[in-house]
């Protein structure tokens, strides 16, 4: 438990010195189409066929992202280093490789696949399947306009907290994750079945759709009772429960309906507390399910009946404040009610999205999502200066 102590001590103090740092700003208007210093580049789709074997259909990604990845968990085992005298890194690549093969199918060879086609240990490649589950921060959106169609949009944040480059004011690893962002299109029968935006080298889902069908982001759950624990126990040989990240792509892959992924999103074991934000094909289809380890707290709906035109969810339950050093929830409101549901649209979500501090310097890309359309866009943001580190 050790490394989670003085993670949890460098959040606090750096969230305790941002209340002086923070800026708020007006929300944004006109951004879309992206363009300009917050918009860093357009997402290169690929293709992962799913009639191959697990181990051969990430092939192509991590060849043409090789050295990006190297990159990439190069800098997080020199963040290791300072836990445990270095104990840690030689742990990740003496346990995890074991741990892999308790992982199910079809996860545990598309990891065994990716690391060696990119030469990277096993171990560390499982850590950084790991990695994601525990170190996202993000604001998803869906709305309903007044024509009943439903837009599903997210800002995904990455971030340890750690690695803060003085030279440049940002987040190493938030920088080193950009270049690996990528769009796939999942394929049965050259067919497409869903499509994701996904970390290359990552084989769990945070942010896909299933065109015609539905839309699913994740959010992590910080919860200081229970986060970390399964994950833990997972490791230790108690494997009760499911990768969060594995379930969003066992849905998107198998899932055939709103309804049917909304029972598997309530219903299913997992490791970690998480919000599930799921969007629909028709007016009145879309949630957020606060989701414990065992059960699920609740499921928020959208209903016009009530004036409830949009679900908002951060890191927070929305029954709940927010934590006052990571108010994200306050300013993303305020936008919104502002737009009115008159007048959104991805476009203007698009402007909430990139409005300070729900754009922050931990802010990986912005995903807009429509589910009648089939459409799925990402885009890499910055957050030039002045902006908030999150
Ligand atoms: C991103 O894609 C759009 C639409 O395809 C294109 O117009 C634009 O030039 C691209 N921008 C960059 C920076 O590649
Ligand atoms: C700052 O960014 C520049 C250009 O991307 C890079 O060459 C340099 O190494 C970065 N500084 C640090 C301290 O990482
Ligand atoms: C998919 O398309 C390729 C080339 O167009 C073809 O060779 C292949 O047989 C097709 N596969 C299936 C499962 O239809
Ligand atoms: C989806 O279902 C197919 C067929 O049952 C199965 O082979 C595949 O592993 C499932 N996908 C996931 C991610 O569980
Ligand atoms: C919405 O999804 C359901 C379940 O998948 C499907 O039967 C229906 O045809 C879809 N409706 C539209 C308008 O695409
Ligand atoms: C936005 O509107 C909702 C519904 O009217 C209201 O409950 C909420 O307090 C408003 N939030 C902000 C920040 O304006
Ligand atoms: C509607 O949204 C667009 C796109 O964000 C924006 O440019 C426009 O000013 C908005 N119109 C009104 C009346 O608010």
Sequence with gaps: MKPI??????????????????????????MYPPKGPTFKGNVTWYTVNLDLPPSERWTQVIKDKNTELITMVQTIKDLAKGFLDGKLVDLVDEELPLIVDTLPQPFRDEIKGIAAVSGIPLGEITLFNIFYEVFTVCTS?????????????RNLDFGLFMGWDRQNKTWTLTEKLKPLVVNVNF????????????????????TGIRPGEFSLTMNERFNFDGGY?????????????????????????NATSYEDAKDQLSLTKLLAPAYFILGGNRSGQGCVITRTRINTLDIWELDMKLGRWYV??????????????DDRRTPAMKCMNRTTQANISLASIYDVLSTKPVLNKLTTYTSLMEVSAGSLESYIRDCPNPCTPW
């Design 229 to 253: 624990v399964g994950i833990l126990e997972w490791i230790l040989g108690w494997r009760d429960g499911m990768w969060m990240g594995f379930l969003t792509r066992k849905v998107l892959e």
């Design 187 to 206: 394929q049965r029968g050259n067919k497409t079945i869903f499509k994701s935006t996904n970390f290359a080298g990552y084989v769990g889902i945070l």
């Design 141 to 153: 959106i869906v709305a309903e306009d007044f024509n009943g169609n439903i837009y599903h949009a």
């Design 312 to 325: 908002l969810e951060t890191n927070y339950d929305h029954w709940d404040e927010p934590m006052i050093f």
């Design 5 to 30: 102590s003085v993670h949890d001590f460098i959040v606090i103090s750096l969230c305790l010195f941002s209340q002086f740092v923070r800026g708020l700003e007006d929300c944004r208007s006109g």
